[in-house]
């Protein structure tokens, strides 16, 4: 399926590189240098969220309600010596993620954590973990990395029909841009249906497209629905300069269910 002609300059909203070496890829870019990283299965909710949900809340209810389920992530990475001489080069990079269940899954972008050699994962409370990656799908830009949290500490968000999702709704996106952890940004949908493309190229349907500011190191974060519902991860934006001009792009909601599902029962 060609990809919508408005979408045809979109860049992929890649993980902020954080150290010298580090690469982040990108879509209708010529490079991966790091200074253009422009591209973010439900369970029960916690108790809070659950009581809330009967009607919409707003943007501050919401942010209260999820942001002990989004998570950053830190990743290691090491690709080829340039030119066949030297050490292999290396770098970090950092995007978000959210919880989706007690057992220490994080959904985040695959672009995230692509070529990654160790994973880091800070829960909202500041307590860091190792991950590792339970599976990861280049095609709908979706993966899952698993920690071992005790439940305790955990507090899984919960998908929405992404189906039902209406243009000039409300949005909530939460992650951590450029590094600065729990931002929350709001805004509208500004459009359904769209066509994507994905780190390898393939065509990712039904994205959501928002205004809600959304900028590198966003990846892999939820956007959420006025009832605290994710539908979608926050993962590419439309820009020219690298930086956020109000049209950002999430993986529809019922594609990511549907792909993580498939992962962990594989896992």
Request: aromatic residues 2%; glycine residues 12%.
């Amino acid at each position: 399926m060609p990809m919508h002609p408005k979408l045809k300059a979109t860049a992929l909203f890649a993980a902020a590189a954080l150290g010298g070496g580090a690469v982040a890829a990108a879509i209708g870019a010529t490079t991966r240098a790091a200074p253009r990283s422009t591209a973010v299965v439900s369970q029960t909710p916690t108790a809070a969220l659950a009581s809330a949900t009967s009607s919409s809340l707003t943007a501050g209810e919401i942010y209260r309600h999820t942001v002990p389920g989004v998570v950053q992530i830190r990743v290691a990475t090491q690709g080829g010596a340039s030119g066949g001489f030297g050490p292999p080069v290396s770098g970090s990079a950092q995007g978000t993620g959210f919880v989706i269940d007690t057992h220490g899954d994080i959904v985040t972008n695959e672009h995230v954590v692509a070529d990654a050699i160790s994973i880091r994962v800070t829960l909202s409370t500041g307590v860091t973990y190792t991950a590792r990656l339970v599976g990861a799908n280049a095609s709908e830009d979706v993966a899952v990395v698993r920690i071992a949290a005790p439940a305790s500490a955990l507090h899984p968000l919960r998908f929405a029909d992404s189906r039902s999702v209406q243009v000039g709704a409300g949005v909530v996106a939460i992650g951590d841009p450029y590094g600065l952890t729990d931002t929350a940004t709001s805004g509208i949908v500004s459009a359904v249906g769209r066509t994507i493309t994905s780190p390898n190229n393939h065509p990712i349907t039904g994205a959501i497209q928002t205004d809600a500011a959304i900028n590198s190191g966003n990846s892999g974060g939820p956007l959420l629905d006025a009832e605290g519902l994710v539908i979608g991860i926050n993962s590419q934006i439309e820009s020219q300069s690298g930086g956020n001009v109000g049209i950002g792009f999430a993986v529809p909601a019922n594609t990511v269910r549907a792909t993580v599902a498939q992962m962990l029962v594989s896992a």
